[in-house]
């Protein structure tokens, strides 16, 4: 049986858009090889420079935003808008983000957070060899289902989905739709020891099985083709 461990890095500075969280993260000193990542949006967007000014005396400033941010509005009730972003998430408000950012200031949602793991993983590789897995997390709701809980939005050097169709299950029946979300998971085990309000961004899995390393990411793997959501 797997037996994990899951560690927050403490101490890092407050992010600025610009700073090297690559360098903060090599040189923390806390990173093993084969260790899982698990990294918050909002420290990747700041650090990409996704902030976007709103007027900090109306508390609905930030709607224009979910409106440019939206490829599509699937339910409006009252002040809150359910729709689909442009990297396919289906979640509130477009991923725009009002906590854990300085007043008058919004966080959009990376422009590719794939793309977001891939250059930190290939950046901690390349300045300190370590080869690790990135997941880029975020908190979102859950239709039918009361209660938040982090989900992946980007990850790179780790399998999104771990298929075990064809694979007996513990009674020696076949299994025929089982699709483990692999990065769903571990970021919600993740965001246990993160918090929302600690201010620890970044934590590390360690002891993850060797057949959970490999090519993929969420975009590609994870969401759902509109034409097989019994639900849009």
Not at 69 to 87: A, C, D, M, Q
Not at 164 to 186: C, F, N, S, Y
Request: contains cysteine; charged residues 30%.
């Amino acid at each position: 049986m797997t037996q994990l461990e899951i560690l927050p890095i403490e101490g890092l500075p407050k992010i600025e858009p610009g700073d090297d969280i690559i360098g903060m993260l090599g040189d923390c000193g806390e990173i093993r090889q084969l260790d899982i990542l698990v990294v918050t949006q909002k420290i990747i967007s700041k650090s990409e420079n996704q902030l976007v000014s709103i007027d900090p005396n109306d508390p609905l400033s930030h709607k224009p935003l979910v409106e440019r941010e939206s490829v599509r509005i699937l339910r409006r009730r009252g002040e809150l808008i359910i729709s689909e972003t442009k990297h396919g998430f289906v979640c509130a408000n477009a991923g725009i983000d009002l906590s854990n950012v300085e007043r008058g200031q919004a966080a959009l949602l990376p422009e590719d957070s794939d793309r977001s793991a891939q250059r930190l993983r290939a950046g901690l590789m390349g300045r300190y060899n370590l080869d690790v897995a990135v997941i880029i997390s975020d908190t979102f709701g859950r239709p039918w289902r009361k209660g938040l809980t982090d989900v992946a939005i980007g990850s790179a050097g780790i399998l999104p989905i771990l298929d075990l169709r064809g694979e007996p299950d513990a009674l020696g029946r076949e299994m025929q739709v089982t699709e483990v979300a692999l990065v769903d998971e571990l970021a919600r085990a993740a965001e246990l020891v993160m918090g929302k309000s600690s201010g620890i961004p970044v934590a590390i899995i360690r002891g993850g099985e060797p057949d959970w390393f490999g090519d993929g990411n969420v975009r590609e793997n994870l969401i759902r083709d509109p034409q097989d959501d019994l639900f849009r």
